[in-house]
């Protein structure tokens, strides 16, 4: 079997842990939208049930951000060698592109989201 690449195994590990954050964190957003679509149409339950989740909702979110841009930072190092050279050999450049497209775009439109039920969730926490 040889000598084990430990660099390998960190750098593989990492980049499937980034992942699975952006996945949290996308998930964490989607509850969040979820129940603030229903705090804006129900009542005052609703609200509530909004204004109660979100603390943990946030304390969530903001561990997948760190681990997004912590983690990102051996994964840009080590792109090339562990991304991109592989995906060209494969013939998957274009899928490689999509997937980081899709990432960026679930970061970018899920920021925009917290950003609004966040407002939603504090003004219910001031008023409840």
Request: hydrophobic share 55%; aromatic share 10%.
């Amino acid at each position: 079997m040889g000598d084990i690449n430990w660099v390998s195994i960190v750098i593989i590990i990492n980049n499937y842990f980034h992942d699975l954050a952006s996945g949290l964190l996308l998930s964490s957003a989607v509850i969040l939208w979820v129940l603030g679509r229903r705090a804006e149409q129900g009542g005052v339950s609703e609200r509530r049930a909004l204004a109660q989740a979100y603390p943990a909702l946030i304390k969530f979110a903001r561990v997948a951000f760190i681990w997004i841009i912590l983690g990102g930072i051996p994964r840009v190092i080590f792109f090339n060698q562990y991304e991109l050279i592989p995906a060209g050999q494969n013939g998957i450049i274009p899928a490689l592109i999509v997937k980081h497209v899709f990432m960026v775009s679930v970061i970018v439109i899920g920021g925009m989201a917290w950003r609004r039920m966040a407002r939603l969730a504090k003004s219910e926490a001031m008023t409840g």
